[in-house]
């Protein structure tokens, strides 16, 4: 008594009034966020922080499992990727416009997106990648391991469905990673896939030339982009900038390919 609970209430009082969290003073949310993650304990099995299934031998396709923000490459190498899609609004244009340059993409498709507009992508993908982006877009860092397995699965099966190809890689929602998310990729033989450089479109709300000026200007060889073709209006001005950034890229001696044309073009660092 006096020490367990009583210390937990004490310390949970003092983080909601701002005096703990290493002295700084935060608003509320983030104080009744920092509490959560410092004191509630957190199942060595199960739950989402967890990458492993119990005691009973683990499900996890090769083994092994690579997450990949970008790509080491002397050669200039860019691999341009949407998110979020399909999408009737705005997927038709980006296809349109990748098109027109005969450029390649990668799509990391939403599974119920894909079930409902399949015909906006069926056909019109040969010269692209596709990947995983979840069910419905929630956060698997929230969820335990069978749970975004499934989730996952579902979704690599509508894509099939709806493409005839079946993904090889995995990007979650929000670029979050819980222990669930790690094993439910190995578990489905995925790469992670995250992004080097993503589109700003805050920062550009109404000039699509200078947000295309600012991603040319920030792409390196191996930079994977992320873009999104569904979401609020605000991320139209990327898209409007599409074929700005396309051939400033282009002007810079830049070569589109799909995320696995690019890890396939890696630069493997020397031993030692
Ligand atoms: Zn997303």
Redesign the pocket.
């Known amino acids: 008594m006096g020490d367990g609970v009583g210390r937990w209430e004490r310390r949970a009082v003092l983080r909601r009034a701002g005096l703990l969290a290493g002295g700084a003073v935060l608003g509320a949310g983030a104080a009744a966020e920092s509490t959560w993650i410092a004191d509630r304990k957190l199942p060595i099995t199960g739950g989402p922080a967890s990458a492993t299934l119990g005691a009973d031998r683990q499900q996890v396709g090769a083994g092994e499992l690579s997450v990949v923000w970008a790509v080491r490459t002397g050669q200039r190498l860019v691999a341009l990727t949407f998110?979020?899609g399909p999408g009737p609004q705005w997927t038709p244009m980006v296809l349109d416009t990748l098109d027109r340059y005969a450029v390649p993409a990668t799509f990391f498709l939403v599974g119920e997106r894909v079930r409902r507009h399949a015909g906006i992508v069926r056909g019109r993908l040969g010269r692209h990648e596709v990947g995983n982006?979840s069910w419905a877009?929630h956060d698997l860092a929230r969820r335990d391991a069978t749970e975004v397995h499934d989730d996952l699965r579902r979704t690599h099966e509508a894509i099939v469905e709806a493409v005839g190809v079946a993904p090889r890689l995995l990007r979650p929602?929000y670029g979050h990673l819980g222990g669930s998310v790690l094993h439910a990729a190995a578990r489905l033989d995925y790469r992670l896939v995250l992004w080097s450089l993503q589109m700003v479109e805050g920062q550009f709300p109404h000039d699509p030339a200078g947000h295309a000026r600012r991603i040319v200007a920030g792409v390196q060889p191996g930079t994977i982009l992320l873009a999104h073709d569904v979401g609020p209006a605000n991320r139209l001005v990327a898209l409007r900038g599409l074929s700005a950034m396309i051939t400033g890229l282009q002007d810079r001696g830049f070569t589109f390919v799909t995320v696995s044309d690019l890890l396939r073009q890696a630069t493997v660092p020397p031993a030692g």
Request: cysteine-free; overall charge negative.
């Open positions: 998110d979020d982006h877009h929602p």
